[in-house]
């Protein structure tokens, strides 16, 4: 059974920064692909950003250059760094991978920017 465990999720003030980490039960080397989508109150599951098993990394246009996604194949780990936060980053933010035709979620981890 496939498990993805996310933590680090919290409160920030616009502007602070926030790191998001997904361990996964098996090494991220196994994935095709992995990385982290968001669902904001009201609205649908959005991605944020992924890298896949090559390394190459893909980012939404909301984030673009304000959040950095990388993976720690030794510790079968992977991380979102959110840099310069706004409010509108509020959000359950879950970790995803996929393998072939399987898709694997983690439970979420909430994500909230105010002042």
């Known amino acids: 059974q496939v498990q993805l465990v996310e933590s680090g999720g919290g409160l920030a003030q616009p502007g602070e920064s926030l790191r998001l980490s997904c361990a996964a039960s098996?090494?991220?080397?196994?994935?095709?692909?992995m990385g982290w989508f968001r669902q904001g109150p009201g609205e649908g599951r959005e991605l944020v950003a992924n890298i896949r098993s090559d390394g190459s990394a893909s980012y939404s246009d909301s984030v673009k250059g304000r959040f950095t996604i990388s993976e720690d194949n030794a510790k079968n780990t992977v991380v979102l760094q959110m840099n310069s936060l706004k409010p509108e980053d509020t959000a359950v933010y879950y970790c995803?991978?996929?393998?072939?035709?399987?898709?694997?979620w983690g439970q979420g981890t909430q994500v909230t920017v105010s002042s």
């Open positions: 098996e090494t991220s080397l196994w994935f095709d692909i």
């Open positions: 995803h991978a996929r393998r072939s035709i399987n898709h694997y």
